[in-house]
């Protein structure tokens, strides 16, 4: 059974940073898309970001420019820094796997196989 681990949540304030961290419990190169998702109260679930296997990213447009997606394949963690966070960044986020997943491995598809439990991130104005 594969466990996803997310941390790095917390509170900060507009224009601050954050990293997010997600610890895969088996070798994360063996998942061909991994991502950040997104889902604030009343909200439906976004993607954030995404990145496939041979390093390819994908970028929700409200996050681009911000956000990085990266992962350390010697840690088996995936990470998502965030940068100049704002108020509508606030949500419950969560970490995503999938081997399988390849042209679909994008901010559009949350069809993933493994998910984390999610990780606060809070940002007041």
């Known amino acids: 059974q594969v466990q996803l681990v997310e941390s790095g949540g917390g509170s900060v304030q507009a224009g601050g940073s954050l990293r997010l961290s997600c610890a895969a419990s088996?070798?994360?190169?063996?998942?061909?898309?991994m991502g950040w998702f997104r889902q604030a109260p009343g909200k439906e679930r976004e993607g954030v970001a995404a990145?496939?296997?041979?390093?390819?990213?994908n970028y929700a447009a409200s996050v681009k420019g911000r956000f990085t997606i990266s992962k350390d394949s010697a840690k088996n963690t995936l990470y998502l820094q965030m940068n100049s966070l704002k108020p509508e960044d606030t949500a419950m986020y969560y970490c995503?796997?999938?081997?399988?997943?390849?042209?679909?491995?994008?901010?559009?598809?949350?069809?993933?196989?493994?998910w984390g439990q999610g990780t606060q991130v809070t940002v007041s104005s």
């Open positions: 995503a796997a999938d081997p399988a997943k390849w042209v679909g491995c994008n901010t559009e598809s949350a069809d993933f196989g493994y």
């Open positions: 088996r070798y994360i190169n063996s998942f061909n898309c």
């Open positions: 990145i496939r296997s041979d390093g390819t990213t």
